[in-house]
């Protein structure tokens, strides 16, 4: 079984930078690509960057420039950072895993999503 936890969310200041945190625990063996997936109020959830185990990042064409991943195998971490935040970058994120090294369809795993609020 693979246990995806967020952390790092809430509220930010427009123009500041946020951090979102995502561990995987128990079978981590089994996880190839790690990345984000978001969903504004109103809005469809949308695919924002997934990075694979080597290390080869994908990033939505709408975020690039500001949303950059990272992640730590060891500790079987991604990080996400996103600088310059904009009222529009409000939303619930999920971090979501898969046993492939690219998303060809929706992830397999999911954590329950950690809300981010940007406004002062």
């Known amino acids: 079984q693979v246990r995806l936890t967020e952390s790092g969310g809430g509220l930010v200041q427009p123009g500041g930078t946020l951090r979102l945190s995502c561990e995987v625990s128990?079978?981590?063996?089994?996880?190839?690509?790690m990345g984000w997936y978001r969903q504004a109020p109103a809005k469809p959830r949308e695919f924002v960057a997934r990075?694979?185990?080597?290390?080869?990042?994908r990033t939505a064409d709408s975020v690039k420039g500001r949303f950059h991943l990272s992640r730590d195998n060891a500790e079987s971490t991604m990080e996400l950072q996103v600088n310059r935040v904009k009222p529009e970058d409000t939303g619930i994120y999920y971090c979501?895993?898969?046993?492939?090294?690219?998303?060809?369809?929706?992830?397999?795993?999911w954590g329950q999503g950690i809300q981010v609020t940007v406004g002062s």
């Open positions: 990075i694979s185990h080597n290390g080869e990042i």
């Open positions: 979501a895993a898969d046993s492939s090294a690219v998303f060809t369809a929706d992830p397999h795993y």
């Open positions: 128990g079978a981590v063996f089994m996880i190839d690509a």
